[in-house]
């Protein structure tokens, strides 16, 4: 059983940066794709970010964070992170780490292609 474990969320002034982590375990080979996600309230969940594990590891953004997000990986620790630099209010969200399939060798931002979840950290960025 894949387990996901998000850290690095908090509070922080617009124009602030944050670093999320997320910590995965377990049989990961086959999870070409690790997401982060995030749901504000009464809204939908939406996609952040998205790495291909193998390879070159292609980074895939939505284009609301492209330029001030960037996803990474460190393979030796089974880790993903994503950096958020010039934090807006409408960041503000529980954002979650994803594991699941490549669609083609790349990855999509659709939770339904995202199999195994972590139980989320808060951001929080206030004007």
């Known amino acids: 059983q894949v387990q996901l474990v998000e850290s690095g969320g908090g509070s922080v002034q617009a124009g602030g940066s944050l670093r999320l982590s997320c910590a995965a375990s377990g049989p990961t080979f086959n999870n070409r794709c690790m997401g982060w996600f995030r749901q504000a309230p009464e809204k939908e969940r939406e996609g952040v970010a998205a790495i291909y594990i193998y390879g070159g590891g292609g980074t895939y953004y939505a284009d609301s964070v492209k330029g001030r997000f960037t996803i990474s990986q460190d393979k030796a620790k089974n880790t993903v992170y994503l950096q958020m630099n010039s934090l807006k209010p409408e960041d503000t969200a529980m954002y979650y780490c994803?594991?699941?399939?490549?669609?083609?060798?790349?990855?999509?931002?659709?939770?339904?292609?995202?199999?195994?979840w972590g139980q989320g950290t808060q951001v929080t960025v206030s004007s």
């Open positions: 994803a594991a699941g399939a490549s669609y083609g060798g790349t990855c999509l931002l659709d939770e339904k292609r995202f199999r195994y």
